[in-house]
């Protein structure tokens, strides 16, 4: 059963600090990964998506990397700001069946001005 | 990207009561639909999935006849909570899948279900 880890659970950092946030699975044999973003009370922001073939992908100041044989993904923020702030979740996509989608905890990124 | 949109954003009812959740894709069709649910500060949980003109696929432990689902068509599904108790009080998600094949999740805005 694939299980997925996000670590730490939160973060606080100054505003223009460059930041990491780590994500692990337990099964490589993963369809794609996709990084989101929710604000509180609010639904999920697609922010990235890597397919299994894929190393990385960038988006403005996003940057996720994929290493699908160990099961990690990063991401990479860079020169955080204030409007940074919220859960960021990872998410993979089975291969199989119905390609559901197994998400980790999050992690809760608070950027301090 | 798509549009998947949830109605209602927020709802209140009384115990006992039904409350019925709609789920759109706006400018795609969906031949898959997911719906989760999220407690408080903790990550989203897979309720079941549901597929046009079938029935829906329930994760275990979800009870199938307290969460109804119904995906009647390529652009809806909706989600009923029968004779809702305070413990369903939860953020209620959708996802939905393009019938093209697009392999990106969209999601809904949500809907946060309070049972007093």
């Known amino acids: 059963k694939q299980e997925v880890t996000q670590i730490p659970a939160a973060l606080s950092v100054p505003e223009g600090e460059n930041l990491v946030l780590n994500c692990s699975f337990t099964d490589s044999a993963i369809y794609n990964l996709q990084w989101f973003r929710q604000d509180p009370g609010k639904g999920l922001t697609s922010l990235l998506l890597i397919q299994s073939s894929q190393r990385e992908q960038t988006s403005g100041r996003l940057n996720a990397s994929l290493d699908k044989s160990s099961g990690r993904s990063t991401l990479y923020i860079a020169a955080s700001q204030p409007g940074d702030s919220a859960t960021y979740l990872c998410a993979v996509r089975e291969p199989q069946g119905a390609q559901k989608l197994v998400f980790g905890q999050g992690t809760r990124l608070t950027i301090n001005p | 990207g798509a549009v998947v949109s949830q109605h209602p954003s927020r709802v209140i009812c009384k115990s006992g009561t039904s409350v019925k959740i709609e789920c759109r894709s706006l400018?795609?069709?969906?031949?898959?639909m997911f719906w989760y649910r999220q407690f408080p500060k903790k990550s989203l949980m897979l309720m079941a999935t549901s597929n046009e003109g079938s029935k829906a696929t329930y994760e275990q432990g979800v009870e199938k006849d307290k969460f109804l689902i119904n995906h009647a068509s390529l652009t809806l599904s909706t989600l009923t909570v029968t004779s809702a108790h305070p413990e369903d009080s939860s953020f209620y998600i959708c996802?939905?899948?393009?019938?093209?094949?697009?392999?990106?999740?969209?999601f809904g805005q949500g809907t946060r279900l309070t049972v007093v």
């Open positions: 400018d795609f069709q969906a031949t898959t």
């Open positions: 996802s939905a899948r393009d019938i093209r094949g697009r392999t990106e999740a969209f």
